[in-house]
């Protein structure tokens, strides 16, 4: 009994410490006002709904880091990173929804901020919301589509997310295959790996490594979060207020946030985070309907699974676990593979005489969760017997995971073809087998905890 007194006033007194020395971090914050003149918001729901975007700016990368970490270049000045983070009402989960960036989105009404021109509403990505009409539009985009009021904003750029890496020492991740990206600079050996604020930037930035593209990078981006919150709460961070302080002062040093959202905030949720572990949080990302949407004049879009999206944004408007939205169906008998066939782009020929064999197939691999190009073409020689999946070797585990989906088809290594796999369908094709990853946090748009993506 008395060791409980004395650390709950050793705990409270730390809480009052904290609070005088972040106190004085609120003045420093760069605010900006995303719900100004809004109206016809969403309904207020339980728990709290911080939009969090990342953005490419770099004002502040030093020529030796734009160098090091391959962040050349002109920043489009757009959302690299959309997600809504929940953090429950009994303080006790988040729940972090990630948005792919090149979701097919409906703007509402709203003055472009270049250009000044008034915009009724229309189609975009959703990344691109941030360029039109900065924080304001992006809420008021995200707000349209999810039907959850977002209660703050913050908004993180390179130099920040740095900082916060490097003042925790370096957060500790894992990948059981080597990951390289060249346009990055990320190179991994397979294993654990402590990352510092550089190095942590390539792994969250890096779309090259496999075909999954911006969707594996949406899965590592939660891993490395996850990674995060462990190195946050198991470090003694939270329970010591000049580390804590230290923390904040990175964090808040190069951020931009909403006028609500201040010192008695931030302390709220690091009082919460100090019960918090790594299965106290939960992953998503929204269900993708249709892959390599085409829009006039902008390209390739995701389109939402617009069901599924919201039995999603219904369980956070009401404080509840994703995990049961994201639940799978009873006996689903599908065939695990190493890579989801979400993240697998699929190229179908028709090698036969036999008409309408190409559309068959590509419906057939598009139903089993396969990116399909939807436009079958006939193979140059029409006399195919066994059906052939060509690709490229670095897509080696993706032709696997292919094949398998395909009994009795032939793998044939191409070098130089590129992310996406060709499937040449023969006289011999019956059946296309379904399918799905192996490892829980791959492709589903299932709800992973933090401790089911984090080093084991």
């Known amino acids: 009994m008395r060791a409980t007194t004395t650390l709950s006033v050793v705990l409270l007194a730390a809480a009052g410490i904290g609070h005088s020395v972040v106190a004085g971090l609120d003045a420093g914050i760069t605010r900006v006002d995303p719900f100004k003149d809004m109206k016809n918001r969403p309904r207020a729901g339980h728990g709290m709904n911080v939009l969090l975007v990342g953005t490419d700016g770099r004002d502040d990368i030093t020529e030796t880091e734009r160098r090091r970490y391959r962040l050349g270049g002109t920043p489009c000045h757009c959302t690299d990173t959309i997600m809504i983070v929940h953090i429950s009402d009994d ?16 703007t509402p009404p709203h003055t472009d901020q270049v250009t000044g021109k008034e915009h009724s509403g229309h189609p975009i990505k959703i990344n691109s919301a941030y360029a039109e009409g900065g924080p304001q539009l992006t809420v008021r985009t995200v707000e349209n589509m999810t039907h959850v009021k977002i209660d703050h904003y913050l908004e993180v750029d390179f130099t920040s997310f740095m900082k916060t890496v490097d003042v925790l020492d370096g957060v500790r991740i894992c990948t059981a ?6 346009y990055t600079g990320l190179d991994l050996a397979p294993g654990a790996h402590t990352l510092k604020g550089g190095q942590a930037l390539q792994y969250v930035r890096s779309r090259h490594t496999d075909a999954s593209s911006d969707l594996g990078r ?34 808040l040093g190069s951020v931009r946030a909403d006028r609500g959202f201040g010192t008695d905030e931030l302390l709220d949720l690091g009082r919460a985070m100090r019960t918090f572990s790594p299965s106290s949080s939960e992953f998503t990302t929204v269900p993708i309907g249709r892959l390599g949407y085409f829009v006039k004049g902008l390209g390739s879009t995701l389109k939402w699974d617009q069901e599924k999206a919201q039995r999603l944004f219904r369980a956070l408007r009401d404080d509840e676990p994703l995990a049961a939205a994201g639940a799978r169906p009873r006996g689903d008998k599908a065939t695990r593979v190493d890579v989801a066939p979400q993240q697998i782009r699929v190229q179908v020929e028709n090698g036969t005489r036999t008409a309408g064999l190409g559309k068959r197939v590509d419906a057939a691999l598009a139903a089993t969760g396969f990116r399909t190009t939807r436009q079958p073409v006939s193979a140059a020689a029409p006399s195919t017997r066994r059906t052939v999946v060509a690709y490229d070797p670095r897509w080696d585990r993706s032709a696997k995971s292919l094949a398998t989906a395909l009994p009795g088809s032939e793998l044939r290594a191409v070098k130089g073809l590129g992310a996406t796999l060709k499937v040449i369908a023969g006289t011999d094709f019956h059946e296309v087998r379904k399918v ?15 401790d089911e993506v984090g080093c084991s």
């Open 177 to 182: 295959e080597p990951l390289k990206d060249t």
């Open 436 to 450: 799905r990853a192996a490892q829980v946090e791959q492709g589903e748009f299932g709800v992973v905890r933090g």
């Open 218 to 251: 949406m899965k590592r981006q939660q891993r490395f979060l996850a990674a995060l919150v462990d190195r946050a709460t198991s470090s003694g961070v939270l329970l010591n207020p000049l580390k804590f302080r230290d923390v904040t002062r990175a964090v």
């Open 91 to 106: 303080r006790e989960r988040a729940s972090v929804v990630s948005i792919p960036r090149d979701s097919y989105a409906e």
